[in-house]
Nanobody, 126 residues
């Protein structure tokens, strides 16, 4: 299974970027697809996740500014990032798991995700 992320770049404060991540390889279920980010000197943190049964989760820091969506047929997840702030600067990683949980709490952590993309850099200048 491979995850290919794209769409990162340099943007000014208040700008927008759209990240994409496509899953490929052997057929499997993408029960949840998510985005995490890691800023220099900080731990990797949850950003957003979307399940194939329509549930959506956001971290408090991006709620209202970022929108996650997915194309189940194409096994692709998107992250529309608006009103970007310098604090959003990080390497963004997409991840997926075939595990389905009734409670979405676990999707906020890295633990259930089995496959990770290579990361794409997002830099927001002030």
């Amino acid at each position: 299974v491979q995850l290919q992320a794209s769409g990162g770049g340099l943007v000014q404060t208040g700008g927008s970027l759209r990240l994409s991540c496509a899953a490929s390889g052997r057929t499997f279920s993408t029960a949840a697809m998510g985005w995490f980010r890691q800023a220099p000197g900080k731990e990797r943190e949850f950003v957003a996740a979307a399940t194939n049964d329509g549930r959506i989760y956001y971290s408090d820091s991006v709620k209202g500014r970022f929108t996650i969506s997915r194309d189940n047929a194409a096994k692709t997840v998107y992250l529309q990032m608006d009103s970007l702030e310098p604090e959003d600067t990080a390497v963004y990683y997409c991840a997926t798991t075939p595990k389905r949980y009734v409670s979405g709490t676990l999707y906020y952590t890295a633990r259930p995700y089995d496959y990770w993309g290579q990361g794409t850099q997002v830099t927001v200048s002030s």
